[in-house]
């Protein structure tokens, strides 16, 4: 399964307003390939692996896993294509 990540960001609301955590992420990995992901407390590292793993969607960016963008998916189309492509341990 090929994944590809363009432009990535995700905020969330504050009372002062927008909170950034992911800013203009890109990344792309092949089938076969493997990333690890680190970095200091608060960085960003499980809201990057929960819009990969589908369980949070992006502000903005393209998350494509096998030339499909999930997103796109409707809640009980994503639910299936989360059960059968995408898997964390």
């Known amino acids: 399964m090929s994944l590809v990540v363009s432009s990535?960001?995700?905020?969330?609301?504050?009372?002062?307003?927008?909170?950034?955590?992911?800013?203009?992420?890109?990344?792309?990995?092949?089938?076969?390939?493997?990333?690890?992901?680190?970095?200091?407390?608060?960085?960003?590292?499980?809201t990057?692996?929960?819009?990969?793993?589908t369980l949070d969607r992006p502000s903005s960016g393209l998350v494509t896993l096998n030339n499909v963008n999930?997103?796109?998916l409707s809640e009980v189309e994503l639910a299936k294509f989360r059960n059968r492509h995408i898997g964390f341990i």
């Open 70 to 72: 999930p997103f796109q």
């Open 48 to 53: 990057l692996l929960y819009i990969i793993g």
């Open 8 to 46: 990535l960001t995700k905020s969330f609301e504050t009372r002062s307003g927008a909170l950034p955590i992911l800013k203009g992420i890109d990344l792309e990995l092949s089938s076969g390939e493997a990333l690890v992901v680190t970095g200091p407390s608060g960085s960003g590292k499980s």
